[in-house]
Structures are given as C-alpha cells and as structure tokens.
C-alpha cells in the first residue's frame, strides 16, 4: 500500500504536508513511503508494523528527531545510508527487521557505527562506552544501489498530479464530508480540471477548496462546546462581510445621488 497525500492530512488532522510534524502510521500495510521526500519538517514518525523495504524517502527529513521503524521488511543495514543526512535523529528503533540479523551485539555496533549521535536505539539508551565501541568494531555502512532520486522520478510528479487533480479528490471527499454534516453537495463545475487553458485562474479557487476540505475534516474531531466557538466565530465573520457589503452598497447609493444632483 502506498501512504498518499489523502491518508497523510486525514491521520495528522493537516491542511498541507509542510505543517505535518507528527505522524502515526502503525500497522497501514505500507509499502511505499515516497510522500515523505515532500514533508521536510516532519519531526516523529511512527512506522512501525508495515512491509516498508526502503528508507530513501526519509533522506531530506532534516527535522526528524524520532523514527521509529520496528517489524517492517528493511533488508540489509545499507538503508541506514539515508539517514545519515539528518542530524536532528536521536531516537530509532529498528528491530524485529530482516536487517538485524541473529547477532545482536554486532547489529548494534553497526547501527551506532552508522548513525553515532542517536541517543536511544531500540529503546534503549546509548552510552558513550557503546559509541567508542561501535567506532572500532561495529561494520561499515555502504550506501544501497538506486536511491531517492529514482523513486521520486517514477512516484513524484505523477503521482502529484494525481492527487491534486479536484476531480479525483476534491469533489468525492468534499461532498462526502458535507453528506456527512448534513450540506448539500456541491456541483461539478465547482471542480473544474486542471487541464484546462484557464489553469492559473483555477488556482485560488483550489486552494479555497482545498481549504474548505481541511475545516470540515477537523469539524468532525470537535464537541459540543468547540462547536459552538466555531459556530460563533463564523456568524461573526459573516456579519463582517454584511456589514462590507451594506457599506458598499449605501457608498454607492450615496455617489449615485451626488452624480444625479450634479
């Protein structure tokens, strides 16, 4: 399974990748974890109990201080390579992967051999003994065939374009949230592609609904008490932009009879 745009906002309760800083995808059945070469300041990521055989994605993670990556499918300790780059990481755990192998002793030199500034390995603390340690005995790390630029190429823009396409995602989740609150749906041509030649007009309107996806997919996490602070400040806001236009439309009246006496 690939981890999406879509299933990313909904778990972090997110409006855009940018402002994710934490992430919990425990036990999704991942496989393709390619979206994190587009969230550059996540900073605790929890995949643990996935199918994930590559770390490539996590290499421009520069705020990740915490990962956390116990029963996935990571085949050898040359996928450590990627993590090497992020100097925030203090925090891994790593077992239970085909990558640790029987001797234990030797997985864990190699491990802080590779990356000698985590802090807690396998949730347990590392001492400054085990890093002088791991400098002498533990393996080198070599970095694996391929790497991010390989997978961005076949699972980046592509798949953007996919994800951001309003008729493949904005219109059905939009109006399925609305369903859900009891607002009628809106009509399609709210949604219009991307593909045609007015594409820099749509933009706005994307991001409005884009924008409009977000406050109704947080309304539903909201009780009673933060419903009615919503409810509150939005009566607020539409009073301002009635009284905006009240005001507007008496200026106007006012220059029309000031035209009409001169």
Not at 23 to 52: A, H, K, R
Not at 93 to 117: F, I, K
Not at 180 to 201: A, H, I, N, Y
Request: hydrophobic share 35%; with cysteine; proline share 5%.
């Amino acid at each position: 399974m690939k981890l999406t745009r879509k299933l990313v906002l909904a778990k972090a309760k997110a409006s855009d990748l940018e402002s994710v800083k934490k992430l919990n995808c425990w036990g999704c059945n991942l496989t393709d974890i390619s979206i994190f070469s587009q969230m550059p300041n996540i900073e605790v990521l929890t995949l643990s109990v996935n199918s994930i055989t590559s770390l490539s994605p996590l290499s421009g993670c520069q705020s990740l201080c915490e990962l956390y990556l116990r029963r996935n499918m990571i085949p050898s300790l040359s996928e450590l390579s990627h993590l090497r780059p992020l100097p925030r990481l203090k925090v891994l755990w790593l077992a239970e992967n085909p990558c640790c192998g029987s001797d234990s002793s030797q997985y864990r030199l190699t491990v802080l051999r590779c990356l000698p500034h985590l802090q807690k390995l396998d949730n347990q603390v590392v001492t400054e003994d085990e890093i002088a340690l791991a400098l002498m005995d533990g393996e080198e790390v070599t970095t694996p065939p391929g790497g991010v630029q390989n997978q961005l190429s076949t699972n980046g823009l592509q798949d953007a374009e996919t994800e951001n396409d309003p008729l493949n995602y904005n219109m059905e989740e939009t109006n399925k949230i609305r369903e859900e609150l009891g607002m009628k749906p809106l009509s399609r041509d709210k949604f219009p592609s991307l593909s045609s030649p007015s594409t820099r007009e749509i933009k706005p309107a994307l991001k409005k609904t884009h924008t409009l996806d977000a406050v109704l997919l947080l309304l539903r996490d909201l009780d009673e008490e933060e419903l009615q602070v919503v409810h509150t400040a939005a009566q607020n806001r539409l009073q301002t932009y009635t009284l905006n236009s009240d005001t507007l439309n008496s200026s106007l009246q006012t220059q029309k009879t000031t035209d009409i006496q001169h």
